[in-house]
């Protein structure tokens, strides 16, 4: 497609129920980023996959969070036991690669924990 | 490791006046700095970067930027403010200690208001 892709874009779920939100990089980007985006706060770097070198989980809050890229594009980002505080919008990008290219980013996924 | 500060959280201007917003860093390394712009509900757009080239650097829609290393600062400008400039800016820089691995240091964004 013409840039990044996420589903849904909005998610609503109950307290203690896993999610999984999509991204779909732009075709031919070797590195994909996620962050989150909390009202008042600016983006938090939570993990990064360049090709096939093993990810950047660095910025992971929790073992409550993981996330794959499958064939070195789509990738899935999974919540488990989700808690109010996971309330957020959930951002992907991606970039032709690293030191630095810039970031495209897409539009994001709306998180609500109730 | 490196940092960023926008200084302002909100910047309220007239419509037409000029726009400043202003971001200050700290880094160890020659950095690579970037503005993002992120209107409602919508993702963020790149608006301008600088990577060692020339200090000052010109964006999309009017803005500009120019990287001063004698004061940390690249701030965001724009001679004449416009109704669609309404929006949360965001200064970037490369996080050049993981450099290998491109990560990006937000800060906390700028709300820009544009009044009639």
């Known amino acids: 497609g013409a840039g990044v892709s996420q589903s849904p874009s909005n998610k609503v779920t109950e307290k203690g129920k896993d999610v999984e939100l999509r991204c779909d990089p732009i075709?031919?980007?070797?590195?994909l980023y996620w962050y989150r985006q909390s009202l008042g706060q600016g983006l938090e770097f939570l993990i990064y996959?360049?090709?096939?070198?093993?990810?950047?989980k660095s910025g992971l809050p929790s073992d409550r969070f993981s996330a794959e890229r499958t064939g070195g594009s789509v990738s899935t980002l999974t919540i488990q036991r989700t808690q109010q505080e996971d309330s957020a919008v959930y951002l992907c990008?991606?970039?032709?690669?690293?030191?630095?290219?810039?970031?495209?980013f897409g539009p994001g996924t709306r998180l609500t924990v109730t | 490791a490196q940092s960023v500060t926008q200084l302002d959280s909100h910047v309220s201007v007239s419509e037409g006046t000029p726009v400043l917003l202003r971001c200050n860093y700290s880094s160890s390394y020659s950095p690579s700095l970037f503005w993002y712009v992120q209107h409602p509900n919508k993702g963020l757009q790149l608006l301008l970067k600088?990577?060692?080239?020339?200090?000052l650097v010109k964006g999309i829609n009017g803005f500009e930027a120019e990287f001063k290393k004698s004061e940390t600062s690249f701030h965001l400008t724009k001679p004449s403010a416009h109704m669609s400039d309404a929006a949360e800016y965001f200064c970037v820089v490369s996080d050049q200690e993981r450099r290998s691995q491109g990560n990006l240091i937000f800060g906390k964004g700028t709300k820009l208001s544009v009044k009639p």
């Open positions: 990008a991606s970039s032709l690669g690293t030191s630095p290219k810039e970031q495209y």
């Open positions: 075709s031919g980007h070797t590195a």
């Open positions: 996959f360049q090709g096939n070198s093993a990810p950047d």
């Open positions: 600088y990577t060692s080239a020339a200090t």
